[in-house]
């Protein structure tokens, strides 16, 4: 009985450890934009890496538009991308942006990036 139960608490360690690394490996790697100093990444959806390239080049020109209290938090402000796409403001080096949900977790598409150093 013993060994029965180790059995199956091993199978259910494993199986949580592929479960919690499934979206982590869903994420694709775009390479980078603006000579080589952003790293952009689609973490869910059917986003080319071209067109998650195309966002964050728009977002780095300052294409999109500002929205929220400009002195206010960080949690109420984003910006938003011709395209439907909705990005926070840069925070800590990075931005991400999501489309077709109204918040980030729940949204069909999701894209983001890093500063490189």
């Not at 080589?36 to 728009?58: D, Y």
């Not at 403001?89 to 999701?110: D, H, N, P």
Request: positive net charge; glycine residues 16%.
């Amino acid at each position: 009985m013993r060994r029965y139960l180790i059995v199956i608490g091993l199978l259910a360690a494993v199986a949580g450890t592929a479960l919690a690394a499934g979206p982590a490996m869903a994420a694709r790697s775009c390479g980078t934009v603006a000579k080589g100093a952003v790293r952009v990444t689609i973490a869910r959806g059917p986003e080319s890496c071209a067109q998650a390239r195309g966002v964050a080049k728009s977002y780095l020109a300052g294409r999109g538009t500002f929205h929220g209290p400009p002195n206010g938090p960080r949690a109420d402000q984003y910006v938003t991308i011709p395209g439907g796409w909705r990005c926070s403001v840069v925070e800590q080096g990075s931005v991400g942006c999501f489309k077709g949900g109204s918040t980030y977790l729940g949204a069909r598409e999701q894209i983001g990036w890093i500063m490189v150093p």
